[in-house]
């Protein structure tokens, strides 16, 4: 599997291998319970105005891999379909030097998998969509 995410004791990791570590410029993301303020399910959209730096955008798709800019603040994204991504919204995140405030991903399941989270990390505000 390209992307591989993992909820371990104590922090969330995006695994990539094969064309999707070339999409994302990553191998290994991973990110602290203690930096992600709150989560969500709602379908995924970029502000108008956000900058692709470092990744893949197809137009006329769904596909977003990579880091993306918008007013000083980082994102990295990896998905297909924007009707399946876990948005993870961040506070204090830093990142290869870049403070990212939003991470979001594709799982089969965002609801059970926001689930299974919130019991790791009970202290993260779910959104609701």
């Known amino acids: 599997m390209p992307r591989r995410v993992v909820l371990e004791r104590d922090r969330l990791v995006l695994e990539f291998?094969?064309?999707?570590?070339?999409?994302?410029?990553?191998?290994?993301f991973e990110v602290p319970y203690e930096k992600i303020v709150s989560v969500t399910t709602s379908a995924?959209?970029?502000?108008p105005g956000t900058f692709?730096?470092?990744g893949l955008s197809v137009p006329f798709t769904d596909i977003r891999e990579g880091h993306?800019?918008?007013q000083g603040s980082w994102y990295f994204v990896s998905f297909e379909d924007r009707e399946k991504v876990v948005t993870l919204y961040l506070d204090g995140f830093i990142h290869?030097?870049?403070k990212y405030s939003v991470v979001a991903f594709q799982v089969d399941d965002p609801e059970g998998f926001?689930?299974?989270l919130k019991n790791l990390?009970?202290?993260i505000k779910i959104v609701e969509p």
């Open 44 to 47: 995924f959209n970029f502000p």
């Open 121 to 123: 990390a009970p202290n």
């Open 68 to 70: 993306f800019e918008f």
């Open 114 to 116: 926001v689930d299974r």
């Open 96 to 98: 290869g030097g870049r």
């Open 17 to 28: 291998s094969g064309l999707k570590h070339f999409e994302t410029l990553e191998a290994r």
């Open 52 to 54: 692709r730096l470092g």
